[in-house]
Nanobody
Framework: QVQLAESGGGLVQAGGSLRLSCAAS????????MGWFRQAPGKEREFVAA????????SYADSVKGRFTISLDNAKNTLSLQMNSLKPEDTAVYYC????????????WGQGTQVTVSS
């Protein structure tokens, strides 16, 4: 069992920056892929970014590429998302998640943290 807890959400003006963190605990494994998702009111949850514990390979949604950076700290079992040049359309609840590298579905999810970008 893996437990995930997000933090760092808040209110920021358009063009500003925010850094989200996700602390992982429990039976963690370096074979996992860690990811960030977001969901705005009335919309479906969408993929934002992902990173593998081994190798550090990353993937980003086209809407955030060049503005967001995903990273991890192996010693602290912490996942981060640095968000720059924020836009109002980035407003959503952000969730961190984890899955095994040989699986398609994410198995573990955090409680979410609200990010609001004002124009």
């Amino acid at each position: 069992q893996v437990q995930l807890a997000e933090s760092g959400g808040g209110l920021v003006q358009a063009g500003g920056s925010l850094r989200l963190s996700c602390a992982a605990s429990g039976r963690t494994s370096r074979t996992y892929v860690m990811g960030w998702f977001r969901q705005a009111p009335g919309k479906e949850r969408e993929f934002v970014a992902a990173i593998s514990w081994i190798g550090g390979g990353t993937s980003y949604a086209d809407s955030v590429k060049g503005r967001f950076t995903i990273s991890l700290d192996n010693a602290k079992n912490t996942l981060s998302l640095q968000m720059n040049s924020l836009k109002p359309e980035d407003t959503a609840v952000y969730y961190c998640a984890a899955r095994r590298t040989d699986k398609n579905a994410y198995e573990y999810w955090g409680q979410g943290t609200q990010v609001t970008v004002s124009s």
